[in-house]
């Protein structure tokens, strides 16, 4: 059964955020950091290659407009010109790219 919104989550690629930086020292280790996992395959259905970068994507069901997570993505899916739909497997975690609710405070790091 192909992927869709019920049993994966869609999201799409954010442009224009290679300004934004973390505590992390990069987002692929935010987000290894936050799941607490080694993780390094890319996250989007189907896709087995090896996650380089932690990808800033937003949910496209629309009620979570607005909130950037990080999930880990292979270089070809983290294209900034990429604006189709993408299905992330359900067991990765969405961690947020807001650092102030993440790597930035102090607790976060027990
Ligand atoms: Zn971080
Ligand atoms: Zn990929």
Redesign the pocket.
């Known amino acids: 059964m192909a992927p869709h919104r019920n049993t994966h989550y869609a999201v799409k690629n954010i442009s224009g955020t290679s300004a934004n930086k973390?505590?992390?020292g990069n987002w692929i280790?935010?987000w290894q950091?936050?799941a607490r996992s080694r993780r390094l395959t890319c996250s989007v259905v189907p896709c087995n290659r090896f996650a380089e970068v932690g990808a800033h994507v937003q949910i496209d069901d629309g009620r979570f407009y607005g909130h950037w997570y990080i999930v880990p993505m292979c270089r070809a899916h983290n294209i900034h010109h990429n604006y189709e739909t993408m299905y992330i497997d359900r067991r990765v975690e969405l961690i947020p790219a807001n650092?102030a609710a993440?790597?930035q405070r102090s607790s976060w790091w027990l």
């Open positions: 973390c505590w992390c280790k935010h950091n936050a650092v993440t790597c």
